[in-house]
């Protein structure tokens, strides 16, 4: 099992940006795709972006591509995510997850992933 505690949230303007960190424990971070989803109040938790296990794959949510960019630092056991240009659409917990299986490619369903951070703020406000 992987232990992940995200970190990076909080307020922000519209327009303004954001960078999340996301750090592994427990296992070996490099062999395993992560992922970010997020939940906004009254809906349910959706994917958001994600990157296979050797950085050679990402994926984002249509919502957000082009402006949040995925990656990973393996010798840090960290994966980020950037967020630039922020909307109030934008408002939600982000919680990072790893996959469940070794050497995957990046993934979009949460059922892929068994391992789930605490999750963190991020507010998007005029």
């Known amino acids: 099992q992987v232990q992940l505690v995200e970190s990076g949230g909080g307020l922000v303007q519209i327009g303004g940006s954001l960078r999340l960190s996301c750090a592994a424990s427990g296992r070996t971070f490099s062999q395993y795709a992560m992922g970010w989803f997020r939940q906004a109040p009254g809906k349910e938790r959706s994917f958001v972006a994600s990157?296979?296990?050797?950085?050679?794959?990402?994926s984002y949510a249509d919502s957000v591509k082009g402006r949040f960019t995925i990656s990973r630092d393996n010798a840090k056991n960290t994966v980020y995510l950037q967020m630039n240009t922020l909307k109030p659409e934008d408002t939600a917990v982000y919680y990072c997850?790893?996959?469940?299986?070794?050497?995957?490619?990046?993934?979009?369903?949460?059922?892929?992933?068994?391992?789930w951070g605490q999750g963190t703020q991020v507010t998007v406000s005029s």
């Open positions: 997850a790893a996959h469940k299986l070794p050497f995957r490619a990046a993934a979009r369903g949460a059922s892929d992933f068994g391992s």
């Open positions: 990157i296979g296990w050797n950085s050679g794959t990402t």
